[in-house]
């Protein structure tokens, strides 16, 4: 039974840091890609970035050189380094296996994720 934990959400201010995590359990990570996602209120989920099981991150261009992907497989945790954060960053985030990066499928279903709010 797959099943996807993320933490790491609050509340910070724009320029700050948040470092997310995505345990993982009913499934050993480290030949699966782990993708982060995110949904606004109001609007469409996007993806965020996306970790392969070798280890090769991608980025969406709203993030990228502000957000670092990397995994523990030792822990079975993918975890989100959030930096520069801005409040369009703002959203809840959810994370889900891939076969591999690029993939349009998930394995299990989406959990609750975890509230990323960035405000001044």
């Known amino acids: 039974q797959l099943q996807l934990v993320e933490s790491g959400g609050g509340l910070t201010q724009p320029g700050e840091s948040l470092t997310l995590s995505c345990e993982?359990?009913?499934?050993?990570?480290?030949?699966y890609a782990v993708g982060w996602f995110r949904q606004a209120p109001g609007k469409e989920r996007e993806g965020v970035s996306c970790i392969s099981g070798t280890g090769q991150p991608k980025?969406?261009?709203?993030?990228?050189?502000?957000?670092i992907i990397y995994r523990d497989n030792a822990k079975n945790t993918v975890y989100l380094q959030m930096d520069s954060l801005k409040p369009e960053d703002t959203a809840v985030y959810y994370c889900a296996v891939q076969p591999d990066c690029g993939s349009l499928i998930i394995l299990g279903s989406w959990g609750q994720g975890t509230q990323v709010t960035v405000s001044s």
């Open 59 to 67: 980025y969406g261009s709203s993030v990228e050189g502000r957000f």
């Open 24 to 31: 993982a359990s009913g499934i050993t990570l480290d030949t």
